[in-house]
């Protein structure tokens, strides 16, 4: 089993009022049905259109796992289907919270959803430089086409992956994560300097990202030595 799969779709759900439906009245032997993505789409791009992206103020029922599933690769499926209508795809983005359990949820004003994500639920796939040393800056964009600053509010991390190739992570909002695509992460690779200790890392909006943070944000003070660590894997 991959890891973004779930071993069932919980049931009973909730319905458009936010009410649990009994087993009867849920979705029969065949499960949840396309209707309930229609639903959630209905319900979130009313309350985006009139308040705009965010999730965060809204505190609806957990109603449970309805197969939404995010990829290692940013692909979005429902049900082992992928959705292929990117615009569906960024509204639901736009509505997507990691709580302090560390899992992600898709939130409308009336329902919260689990969406099973195996590694980020976005990529970082293209980056922009400016300035040199301390006064640089690095700007990223997802694959869902957010623009991220790097720096105190959306900081740099390093994560080892089973391999022992260091993956890294951009915060996007609150404590969602891009993962950067293994091509920007050869670009980030060139970027690399030495701080006054001899730790490896990079500037962005005057602070120094440590390659390795044992898990800090934004810039460990006190970096643990990743010995035999390798950012690109080569």
């Known amino acids: 089993m991959k890891p973004h799969e779930t071993n069932k779709i919980v049931q009973p759900a909730c319905g458009m009022d936010g009410v649990r439906l ?11 049905k396309t209707a309930d993505l ?15 992206p965010s999730a965060e103020p809204w505190n609806p029922p957990y109603c449970g796992d309805i197969g939404l599933a995010i990829a290692s690769d940013g692909t979005w499926s429902y049900r082992g ?7 569906l795809v960024k509204l639901f983005a736009s509505v997507l919270r ?21 590694d980020a ?7 922009e430089v400016l300035g040199q040393g301390r006064a640089q800056t690095l700007i990223m964009r997802t694959n869902l086409d957010d623009v991220v600053r790097i720096g105190r509010q ?3 991390r390093f994560a080892p992956s089973r391999t022992g190739v260091i993956k890294p992570y951009v915060r996007v909002r609150g404590g969602i994560e891009a993962l950067v695509t293994r091509a920007l992460t050869y670009d980030l690779a060139e970027l690399l300097v030495e701080d006054t ?7 962005s909006e005057g602070l120094f990202f440590h ?3 044992d898990g800090q944000h934004p810039a460990s003070k006190d970096p643990v030595a990743s010995s035999g660590s390798d950012l690109t894997g080569s």
């Open 22 to 32: 009994d087993s009867g009245e849920a979705r029969g032997a065949q499960g949840i």
């Open 38 to 52: 229609a639903r959630l789409e209905v319900a979130v791009a009313g309350e985006v259109g009139r308040t705009g």
């Open 81 to 87: 289907s992928p959705i292929r209508r990117l615009a």
């Open 98 to 118: 990691r709580e302090e359990d560390g899992r992600h949820y898709l939130v409308t004003p009336i329902e919260k959803v689990d969406v099973a994500v195996e």
């Open 121 to 127: 639920p976005f990529l970082a796939v293209a980056m």
């Open 154 to 156: 959306c900081p740099l």
């Open 197 to 203: 200790a001899g730790q490896m890392g990079l500037w």
């Open 211 to 213: 390659l390795a943070q």
